[in-house]
């Protein structure tokens, strides 16, 4: 299962306290393009561009819009940019829509699809949640991908072609999620969540960003850890049986 697979992520991936978005792991998955799950935001560049930007969200009317990126009020910038805006291509989607519950289950998903397959990095990328009126509740402010030589931005190395299949699960720290949850932005199943993205070092295709959970209830086809991912988990769950026999030799 997708979310089984996003929950080892997270036991294992490192957590770092200074930024508001941290990379948990990297999942190659199939089937996790447009129309199959809630995405948020889809942004590609035109043209021989080598970046990318994008944002989508809620004016304070409640009224979808799109731009560059979030001002401090949680609201789309207006200028150049590079939303995609065709069916299934952007939300912003309901927390019920992606199976969050909670600041703890919360999720963001960025879905690259570089045309060889070769690397990209993310330059930028924040959510914001908004009360079913369009009042803007709480938006992040950082992301950071420890364990990457490019952190705090985020250069993946090498992608899948094709969209929805190299998955780069991104959640809130320990103090934002107690901040956001203060805020009121998981009171309400209702409540919404926009994202702002951007990337460099593109080669066309299209690149999104969906909101995901990590309890294994939203919808959508099943991932597959990458390689590394999986020896991460053969490695920490003979750790943890190590620690349990260790425990039961001293009972």
């Known amino acids: 299962m997708k979310q089984f697979a996003i929950s080892i992520a997270m036991l294992f991936g490192v957590q770092a306290s200074f930024a508001n978005l941290i ?133 993946f190395p090498t992608t899948a072609s094709g969209i929805g299949k190299s998955g780069y699960v991104f959640v809130l720290d320990s103090t934002q999620a107690a901040a956001a949850t203060l805020a009121g932005a998981f009171n309400n199943p209702n409540n919404i969540v926009g994202v702002s993205g951007s990337a460099s070092g593109i080669s066309g295709g299209a690149e999104t960003f969906y909101l995901g959970n990590t309890t294994g209830t939203a919808p959508g086809p099943s991932p597959t850890p990458e390689p590394g991912t999986w020896f991460s988990m053969v490695m920490g769950l003979g750790l943890v049986g190590l620690a349990t026999l260790r425990r039961r030799s001293r009972q």
């Open 23 to 155: 990379l948990q792991s990297p999942i190659q998955s199939n089937g996790t393009g447009l129309g199959t799950e809630p995405t948020v935001l889809t942004i590609q560049g035109t043209g021989n561009a080598t970046s990318e930007t994008g944002c989508v969200g809620l004016d304070s009317s409640g009224a979808v819009t799109t731009g560059v990126f979030f001002d401090v009020n949680g609201r789309c910038t207006t200028g150049t940019n590079d939303t995609k805006t065709g069916a299934g291509q952007i939300g912003p989607q309901t927390l019920s829509a992606g199976g969050v519950t909670s600041a703890s289950n919360f999720a963001i998903v960025f879905n690259a699809d570089q045309t060889a397959s070769g690397p990209i990095t993310l330059t930028g990328l924040q959510a914001t949640f908004y009360s079913p009126t369009g009042q803007k509740l709480y938006t992040t402010t950082g992301f950071s991908c420890a364990g990457l030589a490019s952190s705090p931005t985020c250069t």
